[in-house]
Nanobody, 123 residues
């Protein structure tokens, strides 16, 4: 089993920043890709970004240039630095893990999920 625990969400004004953290524990040898997804009220969950074991990264167009993902393999932790936040970034943010070397934008391709953390951006 693998457990993922997100932290760092909160309320911020538009233009502000937040840093999300995802701590992974359990049988980590098979984990390769770590991803972040988000789900806004009344909308489907969507891909935000993903990072592979070797550092390969993919971003959704909506967050390019504003969000930065990174991982510390020695700490089994993934970070999502979110800058220049907009009200439309308001959502529950989920950390996910996928046993693969390829970053997928499809939520069904991820094996493990965290409980989510709320990010609210006020205008």
């Amino acid at each position: 089993q693998v457990q993922l625990v997100e932290s760092g969400g909160g309320l911020v004004q538009a233009g502000g920043s937040l840093r999300l953290t995802c701590a992974a524990s359990g049988r980590l040898f098979s984990l390769i890709v770590m991803g972040w997804f988000r789900q806004a009220p009344g909308k489907e969950r969507e891909f935000v970004t993903g990072v592979g074991w070797s550092g390969n990264i993919n971003y959704a167009d909506s967050v390019k240039g504003r969000f930065t993902v990174s991982r510390d393999n020695t700490k089994n932790t993934v970070y999502l630095q979110m800058n220049s936040l907009k009200p439309e970034d308001t959502a529950v943010y989920y950390c996910a893990a996928r046993r693969s070397v390829t970053i997928s934008t499809e939520e069904g391709q991820y094996n493990y999920w965290g409980q989510g953390t709320q990010v609210t951006v006020s205008s």
